[in-house]
């Protein structure tokens, strides 16, 4: 049987899970049915996706941990893929509306995977009174990232209505089945067997973990020593940026810093990247810094509503990606910066300039210390301390309390900048749905696609219950920008 272990930052996410904090990452696919079409577009889609399934290898895969808990899990061949299981349809009820919508939305997005099986489950979703219809697609972040996505994207859609031919998977040696259906019994990673082995296990362990350490120890010096040929003070230079920074690792209290619960609450929006980037051209920012200032206006004055607006400026937590241009494979390569969105400023154009200033000092910050950034981590018993240690947050109540160094998290992702087709019918949108966290109670991701960046707007419900609310003021703080910054 195949296995491949699972990094350090991939298996965190399956232990910063609890029923509280599922960690899966969600897209809705909205669609228009191809013309002409009768019938049941569920059975459609699952015979396209069957023809393709083998091209995301990910998708049959599922986790076995390590003899005794003592390392991370790995991936193992699944025998068999209950397709029952991960491929299901549902229909709103009438009237269909987009209100009704992102009630389901919350709803499948708040159950977590059953790690037993392949960490995916895809829904069909028709009902919409406008006829269109949509996919609900979620995986696991231990198995898939942003970035690793796009790859996903790329086995699923199309760029014609005429689906392309792709070549069926290569019979195996010695495959063989067992029961329909039936998800097959969790195999080790490397067992071990003698007590030598398992030491001998711990010693490679504490090795890797001594490795790490001396590279990051080089990077940080590299952070604050000039390289040959380079001019001016570093070190000072390094120091003064990471007292820049320090008014950013105390966040102002909101109802977002909170200990979440189970459930979840969804909005989907839509705001014109042409808008976007015109913005970006006249005021000489990046389109993040557009993305965050949409973002800023929306929860200033969600947060001024209700009387809650804090008079220092909320912190974003900022993901970003460390993936090389053409690396395709399916894993996490993230870090991620803070960064003020100066929603203590009442003029757009200000707090545009003052997110810039904040945006460019992280990213400076996050650059010079990218590679000292670890992207795998290993010691004894980790699978068993860590959840341990999230299980303990949770039923505590900590996040209610403690100091938070961020408010929201926003993510961009860029998207295709061409229409897109799945199973022969035409993508319209595609919006993230992504993970609230203890002490970050609401997720804002957008994703661009053709000339729309398309928002995604995950909280938990009781901390955001009104989310839809939110999600209608990012529509009115684009236009608010643009009026202010485009000429015209």
Known sequence: MDQQQLSGIDASFLYLETPETPMHVAGLTYFELPPGFEGSFYQ?????????????????????PSLYDLDHPGWVDADDLDLDYHLRE??????????????????????????????????????????QGVLYSKVHHAAIDGGAGMAINKALYDVSATPREVPPPAAKAGSSSGAPGAPSSPTAVDPVKGVADIVGNMMRQQLRM????????????????????????????????????????????????????????????????SDAKAIAKASGTKLNDVVMAICAGALRRYLQEKGQLPDKPLIAGVPISLREPGDARQNNQVSGMLCSIATDIADPVERLKAILKSSSESKQIAGTFRDAVPQDFAFVGA??????????????????????PM???????????????????KVTALHPVSIPAHGAALNITVQSYMDALNFGLTADR?????????????????EELKKAVVPG
């Open 90 to 131: 549902t229909a709103l009820p009438a009237p269909g509306t987009e209100a009704q919508l992102e009630e389901v939305i919350g709803r499948l997005h708040a159950n977590t995977l059953d790690r037993s099986r392949p960490l995916w489950q895809f829904y069909v979703i028709t009902g919409l009174e406008n006829g």
């Open 407 to 425: 408010n929201v998290t926003i993510s961009n992702v860029p998207g295709p900048p061409m229409p897109l087709y799945c199973a022969g019918a």
């Open 44 to 64: 459609h889609f699952r015979r396209f996706f069957e023809s393709r399934l083998h091209t995301i290898p990910i998708f049959s895969k599922r986790l076995a």
């Open 210 to 273: 001594w490795q790490t350490a001396s590279e990051i120890g080089t990077a940080m010096t590299n952070a604050f020593l000039n390289k040959p040929g380079e001019a001016g003070p570093k070190a000072l230079a390094t120091l003064q940026s990471l007292v820049k920074q320090l008014p950013n690792l105390n966040a102002p209290k909101t109802p977002f810093n909170a200990t979440i619960t189970r459930e979840r609450s969804y909005a989907a929006r839509t705001v014109s990247l």
């Open 462 to 478: 009781r901390a955001v219950p009104d989310v839809g609310k939110l999600g209608d003021y990012l529509v009115a703080a684009a």
């Open 383 to 404: 699978p068993i301390l860590l959840q341990l240690i999230m299980l303990v947050y949770g039923r505590s109540g900590l996040a209610d309390t403690l100091p938070m």
